[in-house]
């Protein structure tokens, strides 16, 4: 059973840093895009970023470019999205999601998801 579990939400100050991790299990890593996405109340859920694990390709929002960074350890199956410069705009709830050759930010392309951790940046 394919199963992604995020992790390293929290509270954090304006100008601060978090590090998410997404975990997968249950399908195989290497054939597939693991990409961020985050959902603010009251708004859709957009994509933040993501990485093809197989050839290490990445992709940022323009929201997140220069703050965000995505990386991938194969070995542990794990995706990691490094934040800093927190903003409060980037309040959500963050989930990882794994799809084959999506289109990035299609939330819609993507076959598996996390159940999403709470990162919340406080002005």
């Known amino acids: 059973e394919a199963q992604l579990v995020e992790s390293g939400g929290g509270l954090v100050q304006a100008g601060g840093s978090l590090t998410l991790s997404c975990a997968a299990s249950?399908?195989?890593?290497?054939?597939?895009?693991i990409g961020w996405f985050r959902q603010a109340p009251g708004k859709e859920r957009e994509g933040v970023s993501c990485?093809?694990?197989?050839?290490?390709?990445?992709w940022y929002a323009d929201s997140v470019k220069g703050r965000f960074t995505i990386s991938s350890d194969n070995a542990k199956n794990t995706v990691y999205l490094q934040m800093s410069s927190l903003k409060p705009e980037d309040t959500a709830v963050y989930f990882c999601?794994?799809?084959?050759?999506?289109?990035?930010?299609?939330?819609?392309?993507?076959?598996?998801w996390g159940q999403g951790t709470q990162v919340t940046v406080s002005s």
């Open positions: 249950g399908f195989t890593f290497g054939d597939y895009v």
């Open positions: 999601a794994a799809g084959i050759d999506p289109i990035v930010d299609a939330a819609y392309e993507y076959h598996y």
């Open positions: 990485i093809s694990s197989g050839d290490g390709v990445k």
